[in-house]
């Protein structure tokens, strides 16, 4: 896809680039925001799974009146810096990383922690959903450690089978929880947000770090709970009619007979998964991809080896010629 058709595909992708965020996400959080007004009054705020920052950006801007240190990020990715913000780099899963994070907060507890992990994303969709709930759960143990009563927990949530679990979980810790889709997250996507507000762990709760919060086998069919343990939180979209749609295609607004001026990303990724395959683009050792579809089944019978299906380095490649066949 070129890079306007992205552009022009991606409307919020578009925006974000003009108005200088980082990542489209940032669009989410301030839709949030709006909803539920989650930053007023909020002076400190931990953002878990930050890279490449646009909810840091968010933050560093609405909270804390923009003094120093009021935002803690965390991401296993490095991030490029931003003003006021102290970044820590790590797995948030791992107990070192969530050490490193309490320290900044011992004594001065955070008003606000956010969570918009994801973990690469298998096309599994139990492994996908698994690793979710996990993400969010270490972000819960993460933020029983640091939030002030009466504080509140974003965190982002895959709409899978067993969310009705992970629900009653928050439940259990903050007096409203709900599910909310904001406008710039794509309805074709199972991506919502839980929405926790009022932190007000179990009377004689004692977090502890070194026994992950609820961790459950997954044999169960959680979505079976019943009675005072099942959950059913509101369902809230965010944003009116007059918000973009993101799964809809917009025209790229263009004066009359002018051109598109493409904008460069606000932070481009600093060491992203594809830098291998660039740097191989670049030598000119990238292979052209080829694909079984490219041939048709008589000629991928007569090969003499497996048809090679995603082949990087160009000496390793078999050209399919009708010499090769
Ligand atoms: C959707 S991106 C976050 C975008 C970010 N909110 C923003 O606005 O720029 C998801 C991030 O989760 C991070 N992540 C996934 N698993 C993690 C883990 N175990 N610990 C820390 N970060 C993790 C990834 O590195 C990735 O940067």
Known sequence: MGRTSKDKRDVYYRLAKEKGWRARSAFKLLQLDEEFQLFKGVKRAVDLCAAPGSWSQVLSQKVGGQSSGQVVAVDLQAMAPLPGVIQIQGDITQLSTAKEIIQHFEGCPADLVV??????????????????????????????????????????????????????????????????????SRNSSIEAFAVCQGYDPPEGFIPDLTRPLMNHSYETDF??????????????????????????????????????????????????????????????????????????????????????????????????TSDTL
């Open 115 to 184: 969570c918009d992990g994801a973990p690469d994303v298998t096309g599994l969709h139990d492994v996908d959903e698994y690793m979710q709930a996990q993400l969010l759960l270490a972000a819960l143990n993460i933020a029983t450690h640091v939030l002030k009563p009466g504080g509140c927990f974003v965190a982002k949530i895959f709409r899978g089978r067993d969310v009705t679990l992970l629900y009653s979980q928050l439940r259990i810790f903050f007096s409203s929880v709900l599910c909310a889709k904001p406008k710039s």
């Open 223 to 320: 979505n079976q709970l019943h009675g005072p343990a099942r959950v059913i939180v509101p369902f809230v979209t965010c944003g009116d009619l007059s918000a973009y749609d993101s799964d809809r295609t917009y025209s790229l607004d263009l004066d009359n007979g002018s051109e598109y001026k493409y904008t460069p990303p606000t932070q481009p990724p600093i060491a992203p998964p594809y830098q291998e395959a660039c740097r191989l683009k670049k030598n000119g050792q990238l292979a052209k991809e080829f694909l079984p579809q490219e041939c048709s089944i008589d000629r991928v019978d007569k090969l003499s080896q497996p048809l090679a299906i995603h082949t990087l380095l160009a000496p390793k490649v078999r050209i399919c």
